[in-house]
């Protein structure tokens, strides 16, 4: 079964410490992106990666960094410069714009991670 | 940049309909988008409405769509206990489309359901 995977459910972390969540997908989808969610506040884009070794900040990238060296897999890192990092981070990914259809443009998006900071 | 907004909160009872509602400032989006969050997971793609549509039923929901008040909603007919979880509309934008492979939603705050039995 094609799908996106996010690990791992939950993470703590100590405040002053690096932490990195995993995203993989195997959709073959060129674009893959991070979002933090806060209740209240909906879906905010963190980074987001239209191809292999390309990456653009989203509107809140401070704080954290990302990688995308293969096609199934991006990466996310929250640093110690992330001020308030207790949040839900989704993954998704979606296919390029030689989609027909409006299904085929959409983002799919993978379980979520939980960071709670201690 | 556009805007989308929802109504946070709605609640209904077991077999009624539900209506969701979603408005959004910029009228150039292709494609307008449903999700559903079920509590602790991510978003599900429920449907899907083309731009030059007014309607479109697949099953239980409904999405209409009102290009000239920029207004959106989506209709779950025989609302179960299931359906209960936060509803998410989104939109594409053509100021977002930051070139090939990369397609860009803007999504609203999300309006929980709840379904009295």
């Known amino acids: 079964d094609g799908g996106i995977t996010q690990s791992p459910k939950y993470l703590f972390r100590k405040e002053g410490q690096n932490v990195t969540l995993s995203c993989e997908q195997n959709l073959n989808h060129d674009a893959m992106y991070w979002y933090r969610q806060d209740p209240g506040q909906g879906l905010r884009l963190i980074y987001y990666s239209q191809i292999v070794n390309d990456f653009q900040k989203g509107d809140i990238a401070e704080g954290y960094s990302v990688s995308r060296e293969k096609k199934e897999s991006f990466p996310l890192t929250v640093t110690s410069a992330q001020k308030n990092p207790t949040a839900f981070y989704l993954c998704a990914s979606s296919i390029d714009l030689t989609g027909t259809s409006g299904r085929e443009l959409a983002q799919y998006f993978g379980p979520g991670t939980r960071l709670t900071v201690l | 940049g556009e805007d989308v907004e929802q109504s946070l909160f709605l609640s209904v009872r077991e077999g009624d309909s539900s209506v969701i509602n979603c408005t959004y400032t910029d009228s150039s989006s292709t494609y307008l988008y449903w999700y559903k969050q079920e509590p602790g997971a991510g978003l599900q793609l429920l449907t899907y409405?083309?731009?030059?549509?007014d309607m479109k039923q697949d099953q239980r929901l409904t999405v209409l769509l009102n290009k000239k008040d920029k207004h959106l909603s989506l209709r779950i007919a025989d609302t179960q206990t299931g359906d209960s979880a936060i509803y998410f509309c989104?939109?594409?934008?053509?100021?977002?489309?930051?070139?090939?492979?990369?397609?860009?939603?803007?999504f609203g705050k999300g309006t929980k359901l709840s379904v009295i039995p």
């Open positions: 409405i083309f731009s030059n549509m």
């Open positions: 989104a939109g594409d934008l053509g100021a977002s489309y930051s070139g090939a492979g990369s397609y860009q939603l803007t």
